[in-house]
């Protein structure tokens, strides 16, 4: 049943035609509020499936056969919602076509290219935002792309497709068949990877990949690589950066031996640096390309998390009266504190179990982050929320969980209505 709705998307281009609504996605309010209906049906039947569902009884193999399905099938739509996907068209065009620097030059400067006046949006004066290996990544696409808009467009699917699924095989692989449902068959998850194309679903890759050597046999070589796909994770969006030390603490806590932990130690900074080095080679033409993605993300401002607003709203009954400005910093400051409370607590920890411990202090530190740092808000960033509390979820089993993974995907849905 549940299919027959994302289907339903499919009428979106064709009515789009013939409204003559000529956007790169759609613009008319009333179709979107078809979609945005559609995906909030697709939320209900997701949620009730996965309270009535006999999992003991359903086969991995043929559910992930139909979601290798849907996955293929819902890829050949046009993006709906966001033009991210040819935002990155163009900045690899940037590296691969004119072999320039995307910290430094802007779409903006290459109004010649084959694609500009079809892929050009509000970003075209800004320089790329993402991390080294995504660049690397949507350069070599765009360069086997050429100038085919359409065969670009579909290579980077297909890219979002295949990591889409080996995500989700790998929570099925450290966790169980239902954990793999709660975040793969997720409509947020299902809509901004697959139709809409956003390459937050690399991070997540990254971060499920960390998750799966920490979880296999306690070896250095396993400790190494949990950290290493973790640094991979981070140089395609920084914001896993915050999770760094939480896996590390743990590591070096969980090794008992000196000389190991001496070892980890050195080889876990060679390996860091010598990756940030070879990813970080083709920008350093300028040093500003080790700083400008952050403050790229930093200087956003417009879509709050829910703390500034609250900051916002009711500082002013204690006589303090600050604008969204002033509010985000002080936001940024208590979730400063929480995080440094939570590393000392991990430093205190005595008794852990190594992975469900990480798992959980990430996830505890991405929602704290989420409720009160982010001053450029967008629905498809929930995904990582619905990812790290799928796995939490599976630690657990604590409702709790659950409903946050419920409430973080419907604010997600409603979102877009307050991006119109």
Known sequence: MSGIFYLGLFLVEPARKIINDSGMTLRDNNLFYFVIISLLINLLIYLYFFRRGNWQDLSFKKIFVCYLGLNIVLSIMWPISSTDVFSYIYQGRIFSIYHSNPYLATYHQFQSDAFYHLVANVWKSKAAPYGPLFIVIFGLLTWLGKINLFLSLYLFKAVFVGANLLTAYLVYKISNLKTFYLYAFNPLVIFEFVVNGHNDVLVLLGCVLSIYFLSKKQTLKNYILAVFFLVLSTLIKLTTI??????????????????????????????????LLIIYAPFLDAWSALYLPIMSQVQLSGFYSLGVYFVKIFFPLSGFAPDLGSSAIINKIIFFIFYLIILVKILLAHKFILKDSVLKYQALILVILFLTSFTWLMPWYFTLLIFVGSLAYNLEQKRIYFNLISLFTFYGIIYYLFLR
Not at 254 to 265: G, H, Y
């Open 242 to 275: 915050i999770l760094w030390p939480v896996l590390i603490l743990f590591i070096f806590k969980n090794i008992k031996d000196k000389m190991t932990c001496w070892i980890f130690a050195t080889t876990t900074f060679f390996v860091i640096v010598l990756t």
